[in-house]
């Protein structure tokens, strides 16, 4: 069965670094791009930026640029996103998704979602 | 970027009617490059309908009566007949131009 699973929750203080997972399995990892999408408490969703696991090419939102990192590690199939100082804004709950097999940007596989709380 | 604006902000039915969901965008769309997702309450999104070319396709394993029309800047969802495990919020989202950008959300609820 085909899946994304996401890295949990996490509860972190305004400064501090985070970097949260999400790991494929069940097709062939490296050949489809991977995106996160944003969701900030009771709001709409936001595309941040996507990578191409088999290169590690990143694409980011130019809201999102220089604000996160977005990395892979192909081999144990795993897509990262990371903060160096995360602030409160950056609460929210984060989706990694796979991108529809070809070059429509659809999102056709969704992980469980990683909610980060920042609080002092 | 594109924006795509969503209406209306909540749709009330009862089960049976026909629910159409508006999106309307700020530039034209190239290709029909949007797609709509239902998002239930405590879970992640997931893709009903993608389009390309002059052609809306649902995605695999969605049930035949949700289909997806328009073009240019104006594009509808529509639930032919509306199913109790239909409510929740439907959200489009635009592939034609970076960056991707999604619409705010209609909550669809069963009266």
């Known amino acids: 069965e085909v899946h994304l699973v996401q890295s949990g929750a996490e509860v972190k203080k305004p400064g501090e670094s985070l970097k949260i997972s999400c790991k494929g399995s069940?097709?062939?990892?490296?050949?489809?791009?991977i995106g996160w999408v944003r969701q900030m408490p009771g709001k709409g969703l936001e595309w941040m930026g996507i990578?191409?696991?088999?290169?590690?090419?990143?694409k980011y939102n130019p809201s999102f640029q220089g604000q996160v990192t977005i990395s892979a590690d192909k081999s144990i199939s795993t897509v990262y996103l990371q903060w160096s100082s995360l602030k409160a804004s950056d609460t929210a709950m984060y989706f990694c998704?796979?991108?529809?097999?070809?070059?429509?940007?659809?999102?056709?596989?969704w992980g469980q979602g990683t909610l980060v709380t920042v609080s002092s | 970027e594109i924006v795509l604006t969503q209406s209306p902000g909540t749709l009330s039915l009862s089960p049976g009617e026909r629910a159409t969901l508006s999106c309307r965008a700020s530039q034209s769309v190239s290709n029909t490059y949007l797609a709509w997702y239902q998002q239930k309450p405590g879970q992640a999104p997931r893709l009903l309908i993608f389009g390309e070319s002059t052609d809306f396709r649902r995605a695999t394993g969605i049930p035949d009566r949700f289909s997806g029309g328009g073009s240019g800047t104006d594009f509808t969802l529509t639930i032919s007949r509306l199913e109790p495990e239909d409510i929740g919020v439907y959200y489009c989202?635009?592939?034609?131009?970076?960056?991707?950008?999604f619409g705010q959300g209609t909550k669809v609820e069963i009266q």
């Open positions: 990578i191409y696991p088999y290169d590690s090419d990143a």
């Open positions: 998704a796979r991108q529809r097999d070809g070059y429509l940007v659809v999102f056709d596989l």
């Open positions: 069940g097709y062939r990892f490296t050949s489809q791009w």
């Open positions: 989202q635009q592939y034609g131009r970076s960056p991707w950008t």
